[in-house]
């Protein structure tokens, strides 16, 4: 749903990085980013930079792209957030179930 706020370049990037996830291996060319997200390839290689300033993207010797760990940093910055309030639900749980 659109709105006042929405940014199609800011989209664009957030496609972007989900386009790439799954391909930390081999990575994929600009162009079949570009192809996949239906989008140009300049566009799709501006990102791509803005991705990699960021240090979120890097580019391989054969001219592929990939993220970089801290996108994976990220998720796992989130999965030990919501493994520490699980504790935390679990240890109230107990102290009100008397388990």
Same mark, same amino acid.
């Given at each position: 749903?659109?709105? #006042?706020?929405?940014?199609?370049?800011?989209?664009?990037?957030l =496609?972007? %990085?989900?386009?790439?996830?799954?391909?930390?291996? #081999? !990575?994929?060319?600009?162009? #079949? /980013?570009? &192809? =996949?997200?239906? $989008?140009?390839?300049?566009?799709?290689?501006?990102?791509?930079?803005?991705?990699?300033?960021?240090?979120?993207?890097?580019?391989?010797?054969? !001219? *592929?792209?990939? /993220?970089?760990?801290?996108?994976? &940093?990220l998720? *796992?910055? %989130?999965? #030990?957030? %919501?493994?520490?309030?699980? &504790?935390?639900?679990? =240890? $109230?749980?107990?102290?009100?179930m !008397?388990?």
């Amino acid at each position: 749903m659109a709105n #006042d706020y929405d940014c199609a370049s800011q989209q664009r990037l957030l =496609k972007l %990085i989900e386009t790439m996830a799954g391909s930390e291996i #081999d !990575g994929q060319t600009a162009a #079949d /980013l570009a &192809r =996949k997200m239906e $989008v140009s390839t300049t566009a799709t290689f501006r990102d791509l930079q803005n991705l990699q300033t960021a240090l979120w993207a890097e580019q391989l010797e054969d !001219g *592929r792209w990939r /993220l970089t760990p801290n996108a994976a &940093r990220l998720l *796992r910055r %989130i999965t #030990d957030n %919501i493994n520490t309030a699980m &504790r935390r639900i679990n =240890k $109230v749980h107990q102290d009100y179930m !008397g388990v």
